[in-house]
């Protein structure tokens, strides 16, 4: 597996006051506030699903969204079984927002796919994304301070990073409370595609915690 990373900027600090967490709280909405929405996307090159290397740089001048998931994950499972993922992944790629499904769990945990294993995952899922990426040394995952999944950022066609966090405000793993939340990525989307700033740059993110190798180490 070859993992190159091209780290060009700080690593970020967004979510440092958020603790990775198994379990999630089934009831309220998520926290949102104000964070920095002008940082740059730091510069990362993965592996895909079919063996070829994709890196950030590729799609500058492209809308971005980076997502990370682990099938495992009962929060996961809530926008995909309910076909709510990739129809939010449709409906981006189809205006030509560049969709890149990141998996960094660690080889041996769970949500942790390869070769056939992993182009398996995106035909069971039916999933839409532009590229499945993987991450198994989680690498990239720790670089953009990745906690949970899912966990989401939207990157500008500049390079910046104008949404990071939980994907919506509904942090259960309940399908029923799909109706009617407020998606951030979608949101995020459109004030951009409108020319506004993005309304809600941070969200506080929730789901399972992302099965990074040495944070399992002991456990």
Not at 14 to 25: G, R, Y
Request: glycine letters at 10%; proline letters at 6%; hydrophobic letters at 40%.
């Amino acid at each position: 597996m070859i993992i190159r990373l091209l780290a060009t900027g700080a690593t970020l600090a967004l979510l440092a006051a958020c603790s990775p967490a198994t379990e999630a709280p089934e009831t309220g909405s998520a926290e949102t506030a104000e964070a920095p929405a002008a940082d740059m996307a730091p510069a990362f090159t993965l592996v895909d699903a079919e063996g070829v290397e994709r890196s950030l740089a590729d799609f500058r001048g492209r809308t971005v969204v980076l997502e990370w998931t682990n099938e495992g994950c009962p929060y996961v499972q809530k926008h995909y079984e309910a076909g709510a993922m990739q129809a939010l992944q449709r409906e981006a790629t189809g205006d030509g927002v560049v969709w890149l499904t990141i998996i960094s769990s660690a080889p041996g945990q769970q949500g942790f796919v390869e070769g056939d294993a992993a182009r398996e995952w995106q035909s069971r899922n039916n999933a839409a994304a532009t590229h499945l990426l993987l991450d198994p040394e989680g690498t990239v995952g720790r670089l953009y301070d990745a906690r949970t999944t899912p966990d989401m950022r939207v990157i500008d066609p500049e390079g910046r990073l104008l949404f990071v966090g939980g994907i919506d405000d509904r942090p259960t793993n309940k399908i029923e409370d799909l109706e009617g939340a407020n998606n951030y990525v979608k949101a995020a989307l459109a004030d951009m595609e409108a020319g506004r700033p993005v309304a809600t740059p941070f969200a506080t993110p929730y789901g399972c915690s992302i099965k990074y190798a040495d944070e399992l180490e002991g456990a």
